[in-house]
């Protein structure tokens, strides 16, 4: 028999999030499904009675604490997570503009630490509690273009829930990392996607060709975020979660890929590496 679960995820109104919320309820779990407009949830997923829409800009630490004071007060507690809501601040460094970079860092990264921040109290009261957090396949490695903000932001999210996982663990919470590869979702879409404007000549033919290609493949991914969603209960339910989950056969490939390089870094140099203790007689 499943036990019913509590669940809060962000982002909810569309995309992704809006499949994690319908595998959650399918599998009987009660859901706070939060967007930046409450409304827009019920219009995607209309009401259920396992369903609390709540609005929730994720940049709001104080909007965060009320999303999770509002899971406690209609279900009892909260059990996971889903560190979902997102953006895309696509562009070559040099022209993207200094708070267009911070805007990519403030909504998935800091999003990700205001909510689990928010969460933690009442999973540590209850002793026990799952955070999973939406990463991608750029916070594991990165060679395109167009992807220094939002690899930066989602390397930083790689960091923090692993480093945190130490130190929430002797309280039962647990947190884990799921590493999409291309999934056929909203972020290459215009809601989703800000492209820098051209600035600077030296870019300009492969910002076009960029924009091309990647207009080109919207709504073409071979992911699918509803096997994606069923695959996210199903870990949620498990005894010892992963701490990350390679999603999709490229994010596998992606994983073995920069395994072996590392590998490879680390033995490149090796013994000059190696050569680096204090000498003793120096101590």
Same mark, same amino acid.
């Given at each position: 028999? !499943?036990?019913?679960?509590?669940?809060?995820?962000?982002?909810?109104?569309?995309?992704?999030?809006?499949?994690?919320?319908?595998?959650?309820?399918?599998?009987?779990?009660?859901?706070?499904?939060?967007?930046?407009?409450?409304?827009?949830?019920?219009?995607?997923?209309?009401?259920? =009675?396992?369903?609390?829409?709540?609005?929730?800009?994720?940049?709001?630490? @104080?909007?965060?604490?009320?999303?999770?004071?509002?899971?406690? =007060?209609?279900?009892?507690?909260?059990?996971?997570? +889903?560190?979902?809501?997102?953006?895309?601040? #696509?562009?070559?460094?040099?022209?993207?503009?200094?708070?267009?970079?911070? #805007?990519?860092?403030?909504?998935?990264?800091?999003?990700?630490?205001?909510?689990?921040?928010?969460?933690?109290?009442?999973?540590?009261?209850?002793?026990?509690?799952? +955070? +999973?957090?939406?990463?991608?396949?750029?916070?594991?490695?990165?060679?395109?273009?167009?992807?220094?903000?939002?690899?930066?932001? @989602?390397?930083?999210?790689?960091? %923090?829930?692993?480093?945190?996982?130490?130190?929430?663990?002797?309280?039962?919470?647990? !947190?884990?990392?799921?590493?999409?590869?291309? %999934?056929?979702?909203?972020?290459?879409?215009? &809601?989703?996607?800000?492209?820098? =404007?051209?600035?600077?000549?030296?870019?300009?033919?492969?910002?076009?060709? !960029?924009? !091309?290609?990647?207009?080109?493949?919207?709504? @073409? &991914?071979?992911?699918?975020?509803?096997?994606?969603?069923?695959? $996210?209960?199903?870990? #949620?339910?498990?005894?010892?979660?992963?701490?990350?989950?390679?999603?999709?056969?490229?994010?596998?490939?992606?994983?073995?890929?920069?395994?072996? @390089?590392?590998?490879?870094?680390?033995?490149?140099?090796?013994? $000059?590496?190696?050569? $680096?203790?204090?000498?003793?007689?120096?101590?």
């Amino acid at each position: 028999m !499943t036990v019913q679960q509590v669940w809060l995820i962000t982002g909810a109104a569309r995309g992704m999030g809006v499949d994690f919320v319908r595998s959650a309820l399918a599998a009987d779990h009660a859901v706070v499904a939060t967007a930046r407009n409450a409304a827009s949830v019920t219009s995607a997923l209309g009401e259920h =009675e396992n369903l609390l829409p709540f609005p929730l800009d994720v940049t709001d630490p @104080k909007a965060a604490e009320s999303a999770v004071a509002a899971a406690v =007060e209609r279900f009892g507690r909260l059990d996971v997570v +889903v560190n979902n809501a997102g953006s895309f601040y #696509a562009g070559f460094f040099e022209e993207m503009p200094p708070e267009d970079f911070r #805007a990519q860092i403030e909504t998935t990264l800091f999003g990700p630490v205001n909510v689990t921040r928010a969460a933690l109290p009442q999973m540590r009261a209850q002793r026990s509690g799952l +955070v +999973v957090t939406i990463s991608s396949t750029a916070g594991i490695a990165t060679s395109g273009e167009f992807l220094t903000a939002y690899a930066a932001s @989602k390397f930083g999210v790689e960091g %923090f829930m692993e480093a945190l996982a130490g130190e929430v663990a002797p309280f039962g919470i647990k !947190t884990m990392v799921i590493e999409p590869g291309f %999934f056929r979702t909203e972020l290459l879409g215009a &809601q989703s996607t800000q492209y820098s =404007e051209p600035s600077i000549d030296d870019y300009a033919d492969r910002t076009r060709a !960029t924009i !091309t290609a990647w207009q080109g493949m919207d709504g @073409k &991914q071979s992911g699918d975020p509803a096997k994606l969603a069923d695959a $996210l209960v199903l870990l #949620a339910a498990l005894d010892e979660p992963p701490l990350r989950f390679p999603a999709g056969a490229d994010a596998v490939e992606l994983f073995r890929t920069t395994a072996h @390089k590392l590998v490879a870094s680390a033995d490149a140099h090796r013994e $000059l590496s190696e050569s $680096l203790a204090l000498d003793p007689r120096s101590a």
